[in-house]
C-alpha cells in the first residue's frame, strides 16, 4: 500500500500518486458512534456510516429541491454476498493497487479507473448518480 493511502483495520482510503481519492472502502466490522462522513464536501456522491442507539429519532424532514451540478459519476457498491477483486487504476489508466470487498463491505469509487473480478458468486448493490446514460457514461478500454 502506498504512503499515500490512509488505512486503519476498517476504513481505507486509496488515493493516487497526485492524492486524488480513487476510492473509499468501509470494512463490514466498522463500528463507530454517531454519525460520520468520510467523504469531502465537494464530492458529488456523500458516503456516511451512522449508527444510534435505541429509541433514537431523526425528525421528519425532507431535502430541498437543489440544483447540482455533476461532472462525472461515482459509485457505491455494496456487498450482498461473495468475494470481488477491485482493480484501480489512476487517471492515466495505469493500474495502481487491488482491494478484495466481501459480504458487508461499501466502497465509493471516486475517481480514475477500475475493474472488478468475481472471486465467487457474489451479489452487489449500486448506488450511483443519475440519470444514466449508457453511450455517454462509460469508457471502456483494455489494459
Known amino acids: 500500500m502506498g504512503k499515500n493511502n490512509k488505512r486503519d483495520s476498517n476504513i481505507i482510503i486509496i488515493k493516487d500518486k497526485s492524492e486524488v481519492i480513487l476510492c473509499i472502502l468501509i470494512k463490514s466490522n466498522y463500528s463507530d458512534e454517531g454519525i460520520k462522513f468520510f467523504t469531502p464536501n ?78 465467487s458468486e457474489s451479489e452487489l448493490i449500486e448506488v450511483k448518480q443519475g440519470p444514466y446514460s449508457d453511450d455517454d457514461d462509460k469508457v471502456i478500454f483494455s489494459n
Do not use: C, W
Not at 429509541?55 to 457505491?76: A, C, L, S
Open 42 to 119: 465537494e464530492f458529488s456522491q456523500q458516503l456516511a456510516y451512522m449508527k444510534r442507539p435505541k429509541g433514537y429519532k431523526i425528525k421528519p424532514h425532507f431535502h430541498k429541491k437543489n440544483e447540482r451540478k455533476v461532472n462525472f459519476t461515482q459509485e457505491v457498491l455494496i456487498v450482498k454476498s461473495g468475494e470481488v477483486k477491485v482493480n484501480l487504476y489512476d487517471n492515466k489508466n495505469i493500474f495502481f493497487q487491488s482491494l478484495i470487498i466481501t459480504k458487508g463491505d461499501v466502497i465509493l469509487l471516486a475517481s480514475g479507473v477500475h475493474s472488478f473480478e468475481f472471486i
